[in-house]
């Protein structure tokens, strides 16, 4: 009777998630007693989050692999299984079955701890994010906060690997990494505060809500990025973001060229591929809060098209920015430290601030009454970020010119 | 601006990575183990030992001469002479090697036994295809394994091959006259009326 019930909650629940039915897990909850019931309503809603972001860990090292071979002209793997798909699972044995080495001066404990430290807020982060219409792990009230939190939180882990490996390319590229995640945290908060202020709210389900809606016969959508101050703001985010998850262009903490692999220089075997697994899995969440902040979360792009489950259109504009990262990786080389240094200080921070305001004269023009108001309101805004945008672009690019080099003393 | 550069690189990408589906043309990948390239002309990286004819023992070109191994810089070359002789390609009795061995591993492919050898009997291979689970026995390449026959030779290096070709025909055709020209000379002296107390001319010494 009782294993009756267990399958038919088990089914319930599955057919609800699928059909982005509210409360998927109440009539397999009830099966089981009242105390165990937080447990296994907490392992229900966790280990989904696990398996889905795993898999899509193993499908995007693929995707990267094969698409920057096709980037290059080459094919890229194709060797384990057809087309190379099997590529992941071998990799993972690879990395399972390696000798795990410590190196004897390391701090063995910190060396240890570190790959779990990354680990752990980087999963944490995926709590927030609304998958779809009624999927959201955790609906919290400051959940933008949360995710920042414990995104600012893996600095200190790739740190600490770093400081413990005892290896000065490791202590480098911790250093350049702390650097840079600071750096870029900086115009990726602001950014994120501009959609703040605009929705008024800290919750990313509550903002996800507001960007439901659709304009003119419900072939446009809602989203914030598809105001001037949105677009701003996401593409500072974009820009940051890359910088957060250190992908290429911004990647010189662990610069293979400069520093051999940076932090990870001593990391062997299975943690690295848990430091490996984080930096992805830092991406999908800084990807996943880009699509809740700006594209609209888990809202189809036509109004026709809400009949598809919410969770589809989640999961294509996450792997559509996936994929936009690795198309990038491919194509921007490496910056220097000071480039990428001034790149945050004096072009994004500026840049960002810049749009807070832009995002209130938004907020204030909304108001506005007369013949070609929107038109106005939306010149007014472009030109106030665009106009910034390419004066501040000439003072980075523009600086140096670049000359015939004179060599005097050669000749 | 700032940002047309990075805009028209991507556009780079995307046109390559589009192109590298619709037009094969684009992929230089040669997938190894199931399609080969030819080597090229000039490709070398091991000697072998070259033999005329069909019959590897037989038509080995190497006279035991040992100056290959005295030359081999990093000394991979293990040359035992035989105690009989047999004959050469002009049919003149030579010494063979008994035992020819290149060592591989320490052979660092510097083509300089091929320059020395003056018998054209040594030359560079283009076979890499070598891995061996055997890193001692299975890269000692033996009398045997380094035996290659000229149609070979003619295969991997034509230019090359044709070359020395004529360059022994040639030497082949001189001591042939020459020979024929000593047996001539002989007949003419044994048809003259007996001289006598000739001294032995330098031809009848040969």
Known sequence: MIIGDFFKGLFLMIW???????????????????????????????????????????????????????????????????????????????????????????????????????????????????????????????????????????????????????NKYSLLGAMRAIAQMISYEIPLIISSVSVIMIAGSLSPVGIVEQQGRYMLGGLVPHWFVLTPWGLAGFLIFLIASLAESNRSPFDIPEAESELIAGHLTEYSGFKYALFFMAEYFGMFAVSGLAVTLFLGGWHAPFEFLEIVPSYIWFFAKLMALVCLFIWVRGTVPRLRVDQLLNFAWKFMLPLSLLNLVVAGVWRFTAVWDFPGAVLGRWILCAVLIGVPYVLLGRTLSGSKKVTQRIYRFAE | MLGEGIIKGMVETARNFVGSYSDPERLVTVEFPEEKVPAKENARNFPFLLFDGDDAAKGLRCVACQICEKECPPQCIYIVKSKDKKPDYVGKPQFYPAVFDIDVSVCMSCQICVEVCPFEAIKMDTEFELSNSDRFGGLLLDKGRLAKSNEYYHKIHSTEATEVDARLAAEKAKIEAKAKADAEAKAAAAAAPKPTLKPPGPDSAK
């Open chain 1, 16 to 166: 609800r998630v699928a059909t982005d039915q509210p409360n998927p897990k109440t009539d397999l909850l009830a099966v089981f007693p009242d105390w165990a019931q937080p447990v296994i309503s907490a392992v229900l809603t966790v280990s989904p989050i696990l398996v889905v972001f795993a898999t899509l860990f193993a499908l995007t090292t693929l995707l990267e692999r094969k698409g920057l071979g096709r980037i290059q002209n080459r094919l890229g793997p194709n060797r384990v299984g057809p087309f190379g798909i099997l590529q992941p699972v071998a990799d993972g044995l690879k990395m399972l079955t390696k000798e795990d080495i410590v190196p004897r001066s390391a701090d063995a404990l910190v060396h240890f701890l570190a790959p779990v430290v990354l680990a752990v807020p980087t999963m944490l982060a995926f709590a927030v994010i609304p998958y779809g219409h009624n999927l959201v792990p955790v609906d919290m009230d400051a959940g933008i906060l949360f995710f920042f939190a414990v995104g600012a939180s893996t600095e200190l882990a790739i740190f600490m690997a770093g400081w413990s490996s005892r």
